[in-house]
């Protein structure tokens, strides 16, 4: 991943980058396709998260004084949706290959934790593949 200088957006990055290997690595060699998908939809909104804050000035981010990472839950949550318009309106659009991917992977929902069995394993290997050109993309932005 790039190494972007703002230290929220890169601990952002980081944890984005971690938690796709964690996802890879559960779905191939656990075979917890559920585990996987959640972990590759948190990935996703890392690493959008990181690049949201790359591209928004610090000024905008709040007029309450309230750091980084509580704009981004205040305004954001866990809603890829958001986050995908708040990049668009700021000039960081998916190119077109990407936003298909996007499509998919914004099926993703932080509730699916409390969700009970294994998963479905093409769709989870369908979900990390739509998870790292996601990623991939966003780290070349940053």
């Known amino acids: 991943m ?3 200088t703002d230290k929220d957006a890169r601990k952002f990055a980081r944890v984005a980058k971690q938690r796709l290997e964690e996802a890879r690595t559960i779905h191939a060699k656990v075979h917890l396709s559920a585990a996987a998908e959640y972990l590759g939809g948190y990935a996703v909104e890392c690493v959008l998260k990181a690049l949201l804050l790359l591209v928004t000035p610090p ?3 709040s007029d ?3 750091d980084a990472i509580e704009w981004l839950k205040k305004e954001f ?3 890829l ?3 995908r ?3 668009d309106q700021r000039g960081a659009r998916m190119p077109q290959d990407v936003a298909k ?3 998919f992977v914004s099926t993703w929902d932080p509730q699916s934790r409390y969700e009970p069995g294994p998963g479905d394993p093409e769709r989870a290997e369908r979900f990390l593949a739509a998870a790292g050109a996601i990623v991939a993309w966003a780290d070349g932005r940053m």
């Open 2 to 4: 790039g190494t972007p």
């Open 59 to 61: 000024q905008e981010r």
């Open 64 to 66: 309450s004084g309230q």
């Open 77 to 79: 949550g866990h809603d």
């Open 81 to 83: 949706g958001l986050l």
């Open 85 to 87: 318009l708040a990049l």
């Open 101 to 103: 991917q996007f499509l």
